[in-house]
T-cell receptor, first 114, second 113 residues
């Protein structure tokens, strides 16, 4: 199994509070991704990183920011959480040497915004 | 605008029979397709992939077929086993822009003993 951990695994927070989710890898993979999974929407890309300090937006990036100061860590921040950000968040990593390279997913973080 | 569509939210089959999961896409730039399987409370795991230069790729009980002119692919599982019960996601990328994947909504497969 690819070495990916996510923390916390579960979090309940109140509307308007900042929240940071952490993804940590031990594989030294270049690419890291944050997705959210919601009923009826499948997996949607929030942000991704193609190297230290190199990040870009995905399809649902509004309300989220990311940072990657080290190869192994990719942080997702909700500056001011809203109820619409209640979701399951998955981190993924990939060597991305080619378009068929698989992405390895972490176990997920269930976030509830009340 | 959904670029990868899995129009069947769920599918139920008997153990030992064939499971066929379908996926359609609208973006003609997509040339690479991957299937992922997801169990409850776990992250998705890669299952099988295919590029547009091929029309079939096989790995054990799993075969993916691609009809590029119809913008349609399907995943066949033969024979189906109860352990195959999971949500299956179809994903696509165009080969550019850092190989970002666009996922479908998923199909819940239930294999009954």
């Amino acid at each position: 199994d690819a070495g990916i951990t996510q923390s916390p695994r579960h979090k309940v927070t109140e509307t308007g509070t900042p929240v940071t989710l952490r993804c940590h890898q031990t594989e030294n993979h270049r690419y890291m991704y944050w997705y959210r999974q919601d009923p009826g929407h499948g997996l949607r890309l929030i942000h991704y990183s193609y190297g230290v300090k190199d990040t870009d937006k995905g399809e649902v990036s509004d309300g989220y920011s990311v940072s990657r100061s080290k190869t192994e860590d990719f942080l997702l921040t909700l500056e001011s959480a809203t109820s619409s950000q209640t979701s399951v968040y998955f981190c993924a990593i990939s060597e991305s040497k080619g378009p068929l390279d698989e992405q390895y997913f972490g176990p997920g973080t269930r976030l509830t915004v009340t | 605008d959904q670029q990868v569509k899995q129009n069947s939210p769920s599918l139920s089959v008997q153990e030992g029979r064939i499971s066929i999961l379908n996926c359609d896409y609208t973006n003609s730039m997509f040339d690479y397709f991957l299937w992922y399987k997801k169990y409850p409370a776990e992250g998705p795991t890669f299952l099988i992939s295919i590029s547009s230069i091929k029309d079939k790729n096989e790995d054990g009980r799993f075969t993916v077929f691609l009809n590029k002119s119809a913008k349609h692919l399907s995943l066949h599982i033969v024979p189906s086993q109860p352990g195959d019960s999971a949500v299956y996601f179809c994903a696509a990328n165009s080969g550019g822009s850092n190989y970002k994947l666009t996922f479908g909504k998923g199909t819940l497969l239930t294999v009954n003993p």
